[in-house]
């Protein structure tokens, strides 16, 4: 969530005539130095998806609030329990600033960047998860055993079997495989055709896996929902960069319908676990997610210069990891004494607040420190390090 690659870079890359692009296209001229518009669609999905956790789960444990959220909030509960379909709006402007963000780079600096931005708070959340499944375990839920504890620092809990020691930790999978399959077009450089090519061909792969295919890497790294969900926001990346032709719009318009396939088949399954979602109010709003980031992509949302939007849009991914298993522990000690609303509201602010403690504590400091050492080692030529050639 996110969510974590969500932090949108500056310019989206060189714009004179020697930047790679569709043959005979040239990209279109800069935008502004940042999205401010992708951090404030950022800041909605981390808040619809929080307010979810809070008072939007009807078939979860009464453990937290020792009641149905679906009886505590009914006059918010028919909104926020679509909260969940944040997740999906984090993809796509996943695939949007990913894209974004990986042109011009080498793979080794992808990845690097990668590690820097992922790996610091998601750490930190580990620790905090921990404390408060050992200090403060709701009593009714599996305690994560030591061993999955540990796994969770690697973030390969879900091919490793593992608990996850955070339920949103699940997101972090799918954006990894994400990472690893845009390596294989970024290896070779970056431009309009090569990446339209992998969209079409990563988008059939995923329609593909709904055959039931022998294939079991397509199930991993073409998961059809998630798989189109990227692809539409690397798609608007390319529109945002060269401008809109009929290629992207027909690109577009294929990951909708294979999204919409899948997204209808999920909210309908999500009823046999107790959770009533109705399927067409789903895609309907996911619709108005590709909506919002289109317009983005068309350059109609740059009058947002909201410099605060970037703040609040840093605020994100620690917002993300930490309101869940912290959240709910606040949630169990403060509602008794003070109502629900009251710990609703005393919980989010704190969450929030948090949040901001480790971007500016953990987060800033300690990948100021990474791309330091990173760029020293990546700078320090190889046979100084070699052993053999000390003798």
């Known amino acids: ?22 043959p005979g296209k040239p990209p279109r001229a800069a935008g502004p130095p940042r999205l401010y518009a992708l951090d404030a669609l950022r800041v909605v999905a981390a808040l619809a998806v929080l307010l979810f956790h809070y008072t939007g789960i009807d078939a979860a444990t009464d453990a937290n609030w020792g009641v149905n959220q679906k009886n505590l909030f009914p006059s918010i509960f028919p909104v926020t329990s679509y909260g969940s379909y944040g997740v999906q709006l984090f993809f796509i402007i996943s695939g949007f600033v990913i894209c974004m963000s990986a042109w011009d780079r080498t793979p080794g600096h992808f990845v690097r960047a990668r590690f820097v931005r992922l790996f610091p ?27 999955d504890s540990l796994t969770n620092i690697t973030m390969l809990q879900v091919p490793l079997s593992a608990q996850h020691l955070v339920g949103a930790y699940w997101t972090l999978w799918v954006e990894l495989t994400f990472y690893l399959i845009f390596l294989v077009v970024l290896w070779k450089g970056l431009d309009y055709l090569r990446v339209t090519i992998f969209c079409w061909l990563w988008l059939l792969a995923g329609v593909l896996v709904q055959q039931d295919t022998d294939i079991p890497l397509l199930g991993i790294f073409a998961q059809p929902l998630n798989t189109a969900l990227f692809v539409s926001g690397i798609t608007m990346y390319l529109m945002y960069r060269f401008g809109p032709d009929l290629k992207l719009w027909l690109l577009l318009a294929a990951s909708w319908l294979v999204m919409q396939t899948d997204l209808v088949q999920h909210a309908d399954s999500l009823k046999a676990k107790g959770m009533d ?26 009058w947002v210069r909201w410099k605060w939007l970037a703040t609040a849009g840093a605020l994100v991914y620690p917002l993300y990891l930490l309101h869940e298993e912290l959240g709910w522990a606040m949630i169990r ?25 480790v971007y500016r504590l953990v987060e800033k400091p300690s990948q100021q420190w990474l791309r330091k050492r990173l760029a020293k080692e990546a700078a320090y030529p190889t046979e100084h390090r070699n052993p053999a050639h000390r003798y």
Do not use: C, H, N
């Open 333 to 357: 000690e403060l509602y008794g004494p003070l109502g629900a609303w009251e710990t609703l509201a005393v919980t989010t602010a704190a969450m929030i607040l948090l949040s901001w403690l």
């Open 121 to 147: 708070a998601y750490w930190f959340s580990i620790v905090v998860a921990v404390l408060i499944w050992r200090g403060i375990p709701d009593g009714q839920r599996k305690v994560p055993s030591v061993s």
């Open 1 to 22: 969530m996110s969510l974590s690659d969500l932090q949108a870079p500056g310019q989206p890359g060189s714009t004179t005539t020697s930047s790679p692009g569709a």
């Open 277 to 302: 979602r109705d399927p067409y109010v789903a895609l309907a709003l996911v619709t108005v997610f590709y909506l919002l980031v289109l317009v983005i992509a068309l350059r109609k949302a740059d």
